[in-house]
Every structure is written in C-alpha cells, then in structure tokens.
C-alpha cells in the first residue's frame, strides 16, 4: 500500500523564496494585577518558597563539597553536584502549570527540576493519592524516615518527603528515589511526573521524544518537556530527536483521532554556558537560540525566547505551549534565558567568564527580584519571605540530618543479590498494556500469511536435501511470524525505524505487516539512528514495547550513546522502577564493504545491562524473537543477512506454526560428537557444518557443533559438558577475532574447563581488516578451511591435512604484531 503523497515536479521546481514568521523574545509584560488575579496571593508566595526551597538545597550542596559541612553537620560527598543556583525561576515557572502527567526530563543539573515538579506536584495531587504514592513508593521505606517525629500537614510531610528521597539519591543511600543507583546526574521521582534526568549532554532530547510517542499512541494525558542546556543545541541526538518530533506523518498519514504530533517540548535552559565554552559568541553561531527553530519546520517549532529570570514569564509560555502541544501541533522550542552563578560544578574555578558578568545577573537574582516584586504588590510583607527562607532552612537542615546518617539512610548491599539484581527484570509480561490492539486486517488475512502457509516449515525436502528457497519459510519469515503475534496481542508495541513500512522492512522482514498495522504502530523515522533508539528507550520507560531498527549493524555507532548509555543503564539506575521492553533489531550485512558488513556483537556483549541474541537458523529466530517480545529487558537481535533466506536445516519438523519460546541463555548442539566441540555464533554456523562434514569424512574426526545463538545471558554448561567429553574447543564468528566475544568465552572456558582441556581454545574470527568488496569477500570472514587449518595447527594434528591458510602460532604473532 504505497503512500499517496505525490511529490510533483511542477510544484517542487517552483521559483519563489519562503519568509519567516517572527520569533518573539522576552515579550512576558509583567502585570503584578492581572498575575494576582490568575494565580492567587498563596500560589504566588508558594513560586518564591519553592525558589528558596531549591535555592537552599543547592546552596547546602555546595557547602558540603566545598566546605565538608552543612550547618555543623560535617559529611563528605564524593560525587557530583552540578549545580544550578540562579536557575530557580525556571524550573518553578515552569512546573507551576504542569499537572502530574505532565513529564519533564531533564540533565545533570536537573535537582532543581526534581524539586520543582516534586513540589508541584503535592500541591496538585489529592491528599489520598499523595499518601497512596508516599507509602507504596519503595516500600514506604523513604516515608517512614520523614514520617518519624513529622507533626505538620500530609502535605508538608510531603515535601520533605521529596526533598529527602532526592538528597538520599544524591548521597546513594538506599532510601534514595533509585536507591542511590541514579544518584545527582539521574535522579528522579516517576510518581510526581519528573523522569529520569541525563548525564549525557542532551541525552534527555530523544528519551522525552519517545516519551511523548507513548503518550500520544496510548492516548495517555499530559505533555513531555526535555529540560536541556544551550550546550546540547550541538549535539546530534538533539537535532535527530527534533526531526523525529517534527515529521510531517503525524499530521499527513497517520489516524486523525491519534491526534497529531507527539506533544513534545524541547525547553534548552540558556545560561549561556556548555561547563566554559560561551555558546553565544564562542561555540555556537546562532546568536539567539531560538532560531534553531525556524531550520526545523514551518511552524519554526512555534520558536520563542522567554526571559527564565522571571518564573511567570516561564509559566505563561509553558501554558500557550502546552496548549499548542495537547492540539497536536507540536513540537515546540523555548530559549528559556537563565543564568547559574555557581560554577558548572562545585571545583570549578569560574576562568572563562568575568566577576562582573555574574555580578550582573547576581543584581537582578530571581529569587530576589521575585520577593520583592512580591511585597511591592503587596501579596507579601518582608517579614513573610524571611520566615520562608527561615522556615527553608530548618527544614533542609532536618533533611541533611537524616541523609547522612548511615543508620538512618544506609546504603544497599553491594553485591549480586542488589546491584546485580537490578541489571535486568526478566519479566514475563504478555502485554505491557491493558486494551485491544489496533489492527487494519486480521491476522488470518494478512497476504504474508496466507503466503507462508503455502511454504515448507522445514527447509529439507523428504529426500533430506534442502528445498528451493522460494519454497521455504526463510528466517525473515519466522521473524515476522514472531513480531506479527505480538502485535496482535500487545496494543502498546510498536516497531520503527528507517524504511519499516512501505518498504516491507530494509530486508523484507516487514513485508507484509504495513497491510496490517496503522501508521500509529509502525512507522518510517528520518534517518536518526540515535533518535530512534533513544525515541525507543523513552517509549519502552513510559510502559510500552518498542522494536526500533537499525538497517546494519554498522550504524549502531551513530546509536552508540543511546545503546551503550541508555537503553542498558536504566532499569539499573532506576533501582528497578523502569522497565526496559525493547527489542533492538540489528541486520548483519555482508556484500558492502567496509562500512556495511561488521558484526558488532562483541561492542554490546561488553556493554552491562543488555541481552544480546543472534539466532542462525529460523526456528531459533522465532522461538528467540518470541522469547525477546515478551520480556521486559533490552535485547540486541542481531540477524545476518548472509542467511534471511535460509529454510530450518536443523530441527525436524521445521518451524512450528504455532508459539513457542527458545529457553533464554541455551546454547544448542547442532550436530553431537565426540573428539572436538566447535561452538559457533550466528552465520559462521553453516561454515562450521561444512568444516565439521569434512572431519568426520576424511579425517574421521568427531566434531561436536554447537550453536551458542545466545551472547548474553549465556549458560556455558552446555558448552563445558561437550568440552569434557571432547577435550578439545574451537570458536568460529564472523566477527572481527581482536576483542571478539569469543575471546571471552575462550577464556572463560578455559578456566571453567581447564581439567578436561587437551589443548587450548582456539579463536577463528573474520581478519583485522576492513571488509574488502564482495568477491574478497572470502579472505575477510571465516571459511571452513581457516576451521580446519585452525584445529589442525593448534588443538589436533588432522592426519595427512594439507593447510590451505597460516593458522600458526608465529603467525598470530606476526599479524599482532603489525596490527591486524
Ligand atoms: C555527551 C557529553 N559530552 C560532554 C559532557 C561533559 N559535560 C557535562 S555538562 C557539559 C556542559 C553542558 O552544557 P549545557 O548543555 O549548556 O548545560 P549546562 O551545564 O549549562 O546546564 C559538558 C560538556 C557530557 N556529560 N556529555
Ligand atoms: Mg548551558
């Protein structure tokens, strides 16, 4: 079903020239009268406590990395502070309007954020979902704690409440929001709207944007704001996070009821500053911020600049824009002018900027400003805003109390039963949303599947030869199978990336499920390898399933932030609140050279935090896709595209029609014997059976072959019974043999095998090299002969073998040597 958008040339060569709109700044005119009316006397007084209640966090922050103590209470904190003290009227004019299904994401210097949205959020929450949230949260375990000794109101309890599972996360103590695994740079609070914050400049840009497809996909409330700084207008995910929210589909293609656009919010807190480069003036051209806006899309992201020293002038942008957002009309960019007078952090000596420029911004400080225009309209007398700061500062006092008592806030063990524990969630979950999913056709009456069922589920014919491939289920064909039937059971999965829909999938694999599913579900993404996994991660945080793609394996570079940073780490650093339900699929190429045909493999099995799969034959593609969608962890699936086409060689009967699930972490024998293992992963599988053909016939030599198919979790007792029994163990991969993942299994069986080892492990892995072309293709990735040579030169002489390769042992000195 192509698209019906036609791009016509009589249009497209048109002569003529595009006029922009204007782009406000600082228009906020404030009116001390109408402000009154609007927000009421409490509310106004409430912006400046919630300012000084943020103001003397930061402040106590500082004092303790600086001085080593806070008010008489002496306490060391060895880990960051990033500080952001003159920022305050940004964070509170903008939670001022923000409901609790409002999400803001925001940075490293994101405290004030938490506490802000926190604080909003007691204010606006019924009394008995605020206790309801303070004593499910964690067990109640950061209650309690406050609780004690507590004689003021539910809602005052509920802001120290806030203030200490922050500062107990800051400090990484157990009784922390994340139980100090978020720690200063990730901490966060999901029951009162504030997500997690980033460490990596901008990281928040396409996590929020994903968050913001789950709202609008799941027809969930509320808006999403990425809080980032000035200095993440450079960074690539930031621009692939803005081009994903603004894609002309929502608004062209996809179901009208859906509601448009994502409702996403990219606010860039500008305090003019990325740590000392000067972002206006120095490493950015673009003078105003807000400009960025107008290179974006013709609504130039409805681009504003607004004057972040004044909270209201914040919070009167924050409700026009979220108006625009909840119509569909998104994205929006706010420039929200700001200033931080404390260093980029704690040990920053403050050389790349004057005394005077911050003195600057010191005389017209927001808090300041904010009282006394406060007392000027008579909402407060003097005398009111010094028994807040008073008032403020007993109360943090309290709170730094009961933080640095290891009694009081111990830390978690560090050991496996905690830390490791958190790494994944192993869920079992059928459907990460209640409803019916969104279907255009049955699946009974999806043309690929009337296909299929015409096709052989075993890829041998009766003669025991295998059949012609066109006559086959192929492997892509089982891993549609998989993704088909978790579409139709769970209505929040959705798959996307570069050419997923009209195209059938980069390689097919799709073909068949745009008849099937609404834009909504599946959709085309602009070429944004990070944005797309990291649109995924947020997706997959909000509590939906995610299966982004990434056309080949080689561009997870351009993901490398969003894989290696996020979608690992933040089941982790969330203590276990989040799950992470994302299948990242990864084609494998061959046949393009050398920037499209590498196995990454051993690049994520390094990484924590993630389960990495690489099935070789269709029934383990299927049975390890099932396994993977209905798991709330995040897998890598890698598949070659040396064998989409390939029918089940292996399992007799073929591929079941039906569900089933491979177990997680078994490795499979693909062929039993007894005088050598080889142990194989992904393609290299089928040169492995070539090789082991040849052993047995003409050197009668019993190998046995097993397919690992799983990196990680991986069980090695398998591997390590047919090592005993054969004494012997060769590795094969396609991957590059410097740093390979069987380099680590080598050395783990090794260990765990020593005993019934006759010789070491060997390692045949694809050249230290570029992939050469094509027809080269054969001295770049392992052949059976670089198998046989291997086993020959280094586990067991094979009688009267002649070596067509050098597998030596000076050899491999020799090529370590030079490098390759
Ligand atoms: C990807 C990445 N690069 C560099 C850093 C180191 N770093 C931490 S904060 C920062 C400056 C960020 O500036 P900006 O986005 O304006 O935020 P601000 O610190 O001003 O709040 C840098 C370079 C990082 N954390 N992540
Ligand atoms: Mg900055």
Not at 94 to 123: M, P, Y
Request: aromatic share 8%.
């Amino acid at each position: 079903m192509p698209k019906s958008i036609v791009i016509d040339p009589r249009e497209t060569r048109k002569p003529g020239k595009i006029t922009f709109s204007d782009i406000p700044l600082n228009l906020y005119t404030p009116d001390a009268k109408k402000e009154a009316e609007k927000y009421g006397k409490e509310a106004l007084v409430r912006i400046y406590r919630d300012m000084a209640v943020i103001r003397e966090f930061e402040t106590m922050l500082n004092t303790i990395k600086t001085k080593g103590a806070y008010q008489g209470i002496a306490y060391d904190h060895m880990g960051p502070a990033h500080l952001s003290i003159g920022q305050e009227s940004t964070v509170v004019g903008q939670c001022l309007t923000l409901g609790v299904d409002d999400f803001i994401f925001g940075s490293h210097r994101s405290h004030g954020e938490i506490i802000a949205k926190c604080l909003s959020a007691v204010e606006k929450l019924p009394e008995q979902q605020l206790s309801s949230v303070m004593e499910t949260y964690m067990g109640g375990a950061p209650l309690r704690v406050v609780q004690k000794g507590h004689s003021g109101s539910l809602r005052d309890l509920a802001i120290d409440y806030s203030l200490y599972g922050t500062l107990a996360e800051i400090f990484g103590r157990a009784n922390g929001f994340n139980k100090g695994m978020g720690g200063s740079m990730h901490a966060f609070f999901a029951p009162f709207g504030s997500m997690p914050n980033n460490a990596i400049v901008g990281g928040s840009a396409d996590i929020a944007v994903g968050a913001a497809l789950f709202k609008r996909i799941n027809r969930r409330p509320g808006i999403v704001i990425a809080n980032i700084g000035d200095g993440s207008s450079a960074c690539g995910p930031v621009w692939e996070a803005m081009m994903i929210a603004a894609m002309d589909q929502y608004r062209t293609l996809w179901p009208k009821e859906i509601g448009g656009a994502p409702p996403i919010l990219f606010s860039f807190f500008n305090n003019f500053y990325g740590m000392g480069g000067q972002t206006m003036g120095e490493t950015m051209g673009f003078k105003v911020l807000a400009r960025i806006g107008a290179g974006v899309n013709p609504e130039q992201m409805h681009a504003e600049r607004v004057d972040g020293y004044n909270p209201l002038a914040v919070a009167d942008a924050i409700e026009r824009k979220r108006r625009v957002l909840l119509e569909g009309k998104g994205p929006v960019l706010l420039d929200v002018v700001t200033y931080r007078y404390s260093g980029h952090s704690p040990s920053d000596a403050s050389s790349y900027r004057t005394k005077e420029e911050v003195a600057l911004w010191q005389k017209v400080d927001c808090i300041k400003s904010f009282g006394e225009s406060l007392v000027a309209g008579k909402i407060a007398k003097a005398g009111d805003l010094e028994s807040i700061q008073k008032e403020t500062s007993d109360r943090i006092r309290r709170i730094v109390e009961l933080a640095v008592s290891l009694e009081t806030s111990p830390r978690i063990a560090t050991d496996d039963d905690e830390i490791g524990a958190m790494m994944f969630s192993f869920g079992n979950v059928e459907t990460m949303q209640e409803g019916k999913p969104e279907l255009l056709l049955s699946v009974d009456k999806n043309p690929r599947v009337i296909a299929n069922a015409k096709k052989s589920r075993t890829g041998l014919g009766p003669d025991g030869k295998p059949l012609p491939k066109a006559q086959v289920l192929a492997l892509r064909d089982a891993i549609f199978e998989a993704v088909l039937h978790r579409f139709s059971i769970d209505p929040s999965m959705v798959a996307f990336g570069e050419e997923n829909r009209d195209w059938g999938g980069a390689f097919a694999v799709y073909r068949g499920l745009t008849e099937t599913l609404p834009y909504n579900r599946l959709f085309n993404t602009s070429i944004s390898e990070g944005a797309i996994v990291g649109a995924a991660v947020g997706y997959a945080m909000c509590g939906g399933r995610a299966v982004p793609e990434l056309m080949y394996c080689d561009f997870l570079g351009r993901s490398g932030d969003e894989v290696f940073n996020q979608l690992c780490k933040w089941q982790a650093m969330s203590a276990g609140v989040l799950k992470m339900p994302v299948v990242l699929r990864v084609s494998v190429g061959s046949k393009y050279g050398a920037q499209h045909s590498q196995d990454w493999t051993s690049l994520v099995a390094h990484i924590p935090g993630l389960k990495v799969m690489f099935p070789a034959t269709p029934y383990d593609a299927k049975g390890m896709m099932n396994l993977a969608l209905r798991g709330t962890d995040p897998v890598v699936f890698f598949e070659s595209q040396r064998i989409y086409d390939i029918g089940e060689l292996f399992v007799p009967g073929g591929v079941p029609a039906g569900y089933y699930e491979v177990p997680e972490g078994e490795p499979v024998i693909r062929r039993e014997g007894s005088d050598i293992t080889i142990v194989t992963i992904g393609a290299t599988l089928y040169k492995a059976v070539e090789a082991a053909e040849i052993l047995q016939s003409r050197y009668s030599v019993s190998p046995e072959l097993i397919d690992a198919r799983f990196i990680n979790p991986l069980d090695y007792g398998p591997i390590i019974e047919s090592v005993k029994k054969t004494g012997r163990c060769v590795l094969a991969s396609d991957a590059c043999e410097r740093g390979s993942f069987l380099h680590t299994m080598a050395s783990n069986l090794s260990q765990m095998a020593f005993d019934s080892l006759d010789a070491p492990v060997a390692v045949v892995g694809a050249r230290n090299w570029i992939t050469p072309a094509a027809e080269m293709e054969d001295s770049f990735f392992p052949q059976k002969e670089w198998i046989l040579d291997t086993i020959h030169e280094r586990v067991l002489p094979l009688e009267g073998h002649t070596v067509r390769t050098n597998q030596t042992v000076p050899e491999m000195l020799r090529r370590n040597r030079r490098g390759v």
